[in-house]
């Protein structure tokens, strides 16, 4: 099996292929999600390569979506980057009586903290729910969405302003033994002066927050300073907000790419009380919810809504 036989099959498979159907040895074959595994088994193809290459050109269709989920499902292993994206839809109804493996979507939580972040102040955290009656209460407060309803865990991201003053402390000690690693040496002192200032005094400045009074404070000397030279002058108090939201989005997609990777579902949740999340989930006032996301295994195409729409991408590329 694997590769060398996918190669023996290509020898032998001539395939064509429309929006509906795809030619095996002559024969045509409809894709319909559902029907792959027999199509697969009729035509012995036991090779994921095989299969792929022969529904690639499915891609700039909804199709492609039930074909990478089938494969998936036939335990046809790794997609490529590419078959990762389209693989992962917004899910709104999942199988309830199928597990996910909780260590392995920990493991998709751990890596989406290589996401980049922000000064790498990493104020984020993940709460990862699995207890099925947490999961009905989190419903409730997510307006009762059927994607929160039916799955099988949660991964709740949230951002924590309030922690900012540990996690300046704590790149400053990684950033000393890092440059002392990593510097020449003559370079030690000086490295070790400027993250210091950075994680001591501009971070903190940054960071601070008094009911708005000190983002205003912020707001009118960045912006007076621009007048003369280019600065950083999305200083408020919202703005500060909105810079921990885009770090933890950038989580939240790396954690959706990773479980897509693992044939996981997800869907990313923004309708909910975060009132009643925050209360649910023991968190202190000041820690925000940047999203929920669902997880489990999509019940065929009930839970995708069809097919996906994008706008036409030359509307929202400008090439400068
Ligand atoms: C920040 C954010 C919040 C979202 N909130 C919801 C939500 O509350 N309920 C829902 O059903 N889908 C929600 N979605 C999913 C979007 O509707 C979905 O991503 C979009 O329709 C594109 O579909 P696709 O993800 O399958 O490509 C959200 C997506 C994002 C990025």
Known sequence: MGIL??????????????RHSFTINGKSENINGD?????????????????????RLAY?????????????????????????LNFRRSVRNYITDKDLDTEKVKHCIELATLAPNSSNMQLWEFYHITDRELINKMAHASLSQPTISTANQLVVFVTRQDLHRRREKQNIEFERENIMRNSPPESHNRRIKAREVYYNFMI???YARFFGLLGLFRKLLTVSVSIFRPMFIDSSEADQRAVLHKSCALAAQTFMIAM????????????????????????PISAEINMIISCGYRNGNKGIWGERFRVPFEEVYKKL
């Open 60 to 84: 700039s269709n909804n199709r492609c979506t039930s074909l990478l989920y089938n494969l998936i499902k036939l335990n046809y292993q790794t997609m490529n980057l590419e078959e990762v």
């Open 5 to 18: 036989h996918g190669i023996k099959k290509l020898n032998w498979l001539f395939l064509s292929m429309n």
């Open 35 to 55: 029907d792959l595994e027999a199509v697969a088994q009729r035509n012995d193809i036991q090779d994921y390569k095989s299969l792929m290459i022969t529904t």
């Open 260 to 283: 897509a990777n693992e044939g996981y579902d997800t869907c990313p949740v923004e309708g909910f009380d975060s009132r009643r999340v925050k209360k649910l989930l023991k968190l």
């Open 204 to 206: 903190p400045f940054l």
